[in-house]
């Protein structure tokens, strides 16, 4: 048992596909385009442009602050960021400070614990550096295609303790953007964007640590687990030491596994932030609220309820089938015809029997499903039946059963085949054990 504790909380960038960028009329989506293209006097900050908000990334950001679970301020504003940096045209970045669109929310892991979300909220992207070699010289060039770019940000609470529940959350965070259908979520392409604010405390206490350290811009999963474990380990050294780290901003080197100090972290004072003087408040109103949440689609977590509930999924299954909208699409369209048990057709699709291609529909599936097993298409309500009335009728043996004598399961599995020859084993155990409860 280690002595510290880990306090572990997140920012994740999440870039929105939206047609525009967020204060102007250039195409939001940059990726791959030629440098500096994609660019107008507002996104590359000229002097007496005016940005005007994007109306469809304010949906957005608030769909998702709905989708996890926040309460949304129907009177926000957009606040200046001010720093400097050349992927930064207007030396200051337009974000929320104090009224961000959507707070207090809340996420929950599969073990039953709850992370607080603090906020989400709408900033834009930040132009891109590129390191290059022009005339033999080593230059750093900008691009701004990404500048202006709708950006969301969502910041947790620091109520994880371990990588793990980490990696689970980010991954919970990708896959309800992709369901809204907001962003790709790509963090190859950089659409979404990893820190995590990592300190420890010694075991028992219960206040933040006086510091936190700040891992920035990771791009996968691996990476960031890698990232917070190097920098825990780290961390326990220094304090094992008496010293406390530093308040840092840190990268994490892929070849090297280890994270790299950036430079010390600024206080949100030194941001200097101000209301943004071009953009007047926003006003949402309850009606506008309560309609984007009555278009919401099934969030994964309710998609994990109902294969639990409704089907009795095992875990495993549960997991491949709710990440992946097609496999869970066929699943319930095969499921509700009634004529193979789901678990039956779970294992088929999560096992990959279908070979290299997803069967187009549930009678293609149904149909593959049926050849494999070589049985003939049997009626699922004649062997209900017939599993019914055998049950009532061997009062003993169902008992036996309820009391754990296995051998009681195959005396009735015998009885249901000695009037239904061709009822697959599998689905007669799993009916008797369902009725005969
Ligand atoms: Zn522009
Ligand atoms: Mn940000």
């Given at each position: 048992?280690?002595?510290?504790?880990?306090?572990?909380?997140?920012?994740?960038?999440?870039?929105?596909?939206?047609?525009?960028?967020?204060?102007?009329?250039?195409?939001?989506?940059?990726?791959?385009?030629?440098?500096?293209?994609?660019?107008?006097?507002?996104?590359?900050?000229?002097?007496?442009?005016?940005?005007?908000?994007?109306?469809?990334?304010?949906?957005?950001?608030?769909?998702?602050?709905?989708?996890?679970?926040?309460?949304?301020?129907?009177?926000?504003?957009?606040?200046?960021?001010?720093?400097?940096?050349?992927?930064?045209?207007?030396?200051?970045?337009?974000?929320?400070?104090?009224?961000?669109?959507?707070?207090?929310?809340?996420?929950?892991?599969?073990?039953?614990?709850?992370?607080?979300?603090?906020?989400?909220?709408?900033?834009?992207?930040?132009?891109?550096?590129?390191?290059?070699?022009?005339?033999?010289?080593?230059?750093?060039?900008?691009?701004?295609?990404?500048?202006?770019?709708?950006l969301v940000e969502i910041v947790t609470e620091p109520d994880f303790d371990n990588p793990e529940d980490g990696t689970e959350f980010l991954k919970e965070i990708q896959q309800i953007v992709r369901t809204l259908g907001i962003s790709s979520a790509d963090m190859?392409?950089?659409?979404?964007?990893?820190?995590?604010?990592?300190?420890?405390?010694?075991?028992?206490?219960?206040?933040?640590?006086?510091?936190?350290?700040?891992?920035?811009?990771?791009?996968?999963?691996?990476?960031?687990?890698?990232?917070?474990?190097?920098?825990?380990?780290?961390?326990?050294?220094?304090?094992?030491?008496?010293?406390?780290?530093?308040?840092?901003?840190?990268?994490?080197?892929?070849?090297?596994?280890?994270?790299?100090?950036?430079?010390?972290?600024?206080?949100?004072?030194?941001?200097?932030?101000?209301?943004?003087?071009?953009?007047?408040?926003?006003?949402?109103?309850?009606?506008?609220?309560?309609?984007?949440?009555?278009?919401?689609?099934?969030?994964?977590?309710?998609?994990?309820?109902?294969?639990?509930?409704?089907?009795?999924?095992?875990?495993?299954?549960?997991?491949?089938?709710?990440?992946?909208?097609?496999?869970?699409?066929?699943?319930?369209?095969t499921a509700q015809m009634n004529s193979i048990p789901a678990k039956t057709i779970a294992d088929f699709l999560v096992n990959k029997k279908y070979g290299n291609t997803l069967p187009e529909s549930p009678d293609q599936l149904i149909g593959l499903i049926q050849?494999?097993?070589?049985?003939?298409?049997?009626?699922?309500?004649?062997?209900?039946?017939?599993?019914?009335?055998?049950?009532?009728?061997?009062?003993?043996?169902?008992?036996?059963?309820?009391?754990?004598?296995?051998?009681?399961?195959?005396?009735?599995?015998?009885?249901?085949?000695?009037?239904?020859?061709?009822?697959?084993?599998?689905?007669?155990?799993?009916?008797?054990?369902?009725?005969?409860?």
């Amino acid at each position: 048992m280690s002595d510290w504790q880990t306090v572990l909380g997140f920012e994740v960038h999440v870039e929105l596909a939206t047609n525009s960028k967020m204060f102007c009329g250039c195409p939001a989506d940059h990726f791959g385009k030629t440098p500096n293209t994609q660019t107008c006097p507002v996104c590359l900050g000229l002097p007496g442009a005016l940005p005007v908000p994007n109306a469809k990334a304010i949906e957005w950001c608030v769909k998702l602050g709905l989708a996890l679970g926040c309460k949304v301020n129907l009177f926000s504003k957009f606040d200046r960021k001010n720093y400097f940096y050349p992927d930064l045209s207007k030396a200051y970045q337009i974000s929320q400070y104090d009224l961000p669109f959507c707070s207090e929310g809340k996420v929950e892991l599969s073990n039953g614990r709850t992370i607080r979300i603090t906020r989400v909220h709408m900033e834009e992207d930040t132009g891109k550096l590129q390191h290059a070699t022009v005339d033999g010289e080593k230059v750093t060039l900008v691009d701004f295609n990404r500048s202006g770019v709708p950006l969301v940000e969502i910041v947790t609470e620091p109520d994880f303790d371990n990588p793990e529940d980490g990696t689970e959350f980010l991954k919970e965070i990708q896959q309800i953007v992709r369901t809204l259908g907001i962003s790709s979520a790509d963090m190859e392409k950089g659409s979404m964007r990893l820190e995590a604010n990592i300190s420890v405390r010694p075991v028992g206490e219960t206040i933040l640590p006086p510091y936190k350290v700040e891992v920035k811009n990771v791009n996968s999963f691996r990476f960031i687990k890698k990232a917070i474990e190097y920098e825990v380990s780290r961390q326990i050294k220094v304090r094992e030491a008496g010293n406390i780290p530093l308040q840092e901003t840190r990268g994490f080197s892929e070849s090297r596994g280890e994270t790299v100090s950036q430079r010390t972290k600024e206080n949100a004072n030194d941001y200097r932030y101000f209301p943004e003087p071009d953009i007047p408040p926003v006003q949402l109103t309850e009606d506008q609220v309560k309609r984007w949440k009555s278009q919401l689609p099934k969030l994964p977590s309710e998609v994990r309820s109902e294969l639990k509930s409704v089907y009795q999924l095992s875990l495993h299954n549960i997991s491949v089938i709710s990440q992946d909208n097609a496999l869970y699409k066929l699943f319930t369209e095969t499921a509700q015809m009634n004529s193979i048990p789901a678990k039956t057709i779970a294992d088929f699709l999560v096992n990959k029997k279908y070979g290299n291609t997803l069967p187009e529909s549930p009678d293609q599936l149904i149909g593959l499903i049926q050849s494999s097993t070589k049985s003939t298409p049997v009626d699922m309500g004649e062997i209900e039946k017939i599993v019914k009335d055998i049950i009532s009728t061997n009062e003993k043996a169902v008992a036996d059963l309820k009391s754990g004598k296995t051998q009681s399961l195959f005396f009735l599995v015998g009885q249901v085949k000695r009037q239904l020859k061709d009822a697959p084993v599998e689905t007669v155990k799993e009916l008797i054990e369902k009725y005969s409860r």
